[in-house]
């Protein structure tokens, strides 16, 4: 069954603690992103990878950190730095082929700080 | 910088009706523009991409055209049902500027069908 998990779901942070949210897919896609989603707001894009062992900061990727050690892997860590992290976060993958680089997401994680 | 409008932010309709959700975006330097869909809670489905150079896309009773030059994409759903209610998303993937490769979403059109 081809796609994208994430987990966990729901995540509770207490302030000060960095959690990480994990994303994989079995879609062979070379390219993954994270985004933020916040009520009233489009989505935004936090940081994106192209290839294994390189990546990119989006539009909002201060307080974040990822890494890409395996192409179906690309977890994201949310630090202490991260001023209002409650958001809903979607990971997202595609084939980086212009015209053809449609991007499939998986279920997101819900991130609540306490 | 690339901006995507959504109009309208919210639509009620009764069931059975034809809609028209609208998307306009500033930049026509695209590679594609895709349509998502997104329940309460849930991560965003691909409903449809259109490609730059093709003028409209079709899945069932989804129909997404695209105008470049005048940056605008409209999805039509016809004979809309009740479990036709979510979000609707557009978003333009960027073939140029400090956006390059990057996907820029609308805010969404929130669709009700009530029965």
């Known amino acids: 069954d081809g796609g994208i998990t994430q987990s966990p779901k729901y995540l509770f942070r207490k302030e000060g603690q960095n959690v990480t949210l994990s994303c994989e897919q079995n879609?062979?896609?070379?390219?993954m992103y994270w985004y933020r989603q916040d009520p009233g707001q489009g989505l935004r894009l936090i940081y994106y990878?192209?290839?294994?062992?390189?990546?990119q900061k989006g539009d909002i990727a201060e307080g974040y950190s990822v890494s890409r050690e395996k192409k179906e892997s690309f977890p994201l860590t949310v630090t202490s730095a991260q001023k209002n992290p409650t958001a809903f976060y979607l990971c997202a993958s595609s084939n980086w082929q212009g015209m053809d680089n449609e991007q499939f997401f998986g279920p997101g994680t819900r991130l609540t700080v306490l | 910088k690339q901006e995507v409008t959504q109009i309208p932010a919210a639509l009620s309709v009764p069931e059975g009706e034809n809609l028209v959700l609208n998307c306009s975006f500033t930049d026509s330097a695209i590679y594609n523009l895709q349509w998502f869909r997104q329940d309460p809670g849930k991560g965003l489905t691909s409903l449809l991409l259109i490609q730059s150079s093709q003028r409209e896309q079709t899945s069932g009773r989804l129909n997404a055209s695209l105008d470049k030059s005048s940056g605008r994409s409209t999805l039509y759903i016809a004979a809309s049902q009740p479990g036709d209610s979510a979000t609707y998303l557009c978003a333009a993937l960027n073939a140029g500027g400090t956006s390059y490769g990057k996907l820029t979403f609308g805010q969404g059109t929130i669709l009700t069908v009530h029965p």
């Open positions: 990878s192209q290839i294994v062992n390189d990546f």
């Open positions: 879609l062979n896609h070379d390219a």
